[in-house]
């Protein structure tokens, strides 16, 4: 079992940063492939960012390629999502999510264990 707590949402006006954190508790990491994703409003849950176990390959969603970064720290147990030239629709509830190793990162099927989720919101 994997506890995954996320922290670090709150409200940003556009062009705006912030960095989200994701705590897990329970077992190492280091088995498993993590990812982000977000459901705003109205919406499915799409998938943001993913990162491997090891952290040497990476994946983004188009909206978010070249303004958000995803980075695991194994020896802490912590996953960060750092999003840069924050937008309006960019406002969500982001979730992080554990996955065991192997197959496509962005297919949130893949993930057993999520957590509860933090809300970003961006004003224009």
């Known amino acids: 079992q994997v506890q995954l707590v996320e922290s670090g949402g709150g409200l940003v006006q556009a062009g705006g940063s912030l960095r989200l954190s994701c705590a897990a508790s329970g077992r190492t990491l280091t088995i498993y492939e993590m990812g982000w994703f977000r459901q705003a409003p109205g919406k499915e849950r799409d998938f943001v960012a993913a990162?491997?176990?090891?952290?040497?390959?990476?994946s983004y969603a188009d909206s978010v390629k070249g303004r958000f970064t995803v980075s695991r720290d194994n020896a802490k147990n912590m996953l960060y999502l750092q999003m840069n030239s924050l937008k309006p629709e960019d406002t969500a509830v982001y979730y992080c999510?554990?996955?065991?190793?192997?197959?496509?990162?962005?297919?949130?099927?893949?993930?057993?264990?999520w957590g509860q989720g933090t809300q970003v919101t961006v004003s224009s």
């Open positions: 990162i491997s176990w090891r952290g040497g390959s990476t």
């Open positions: 999510a554990a996955a065991p190793r192997g197959g496509s990162m962005d297919h949130q099927n893949r993930y057993d264990y």
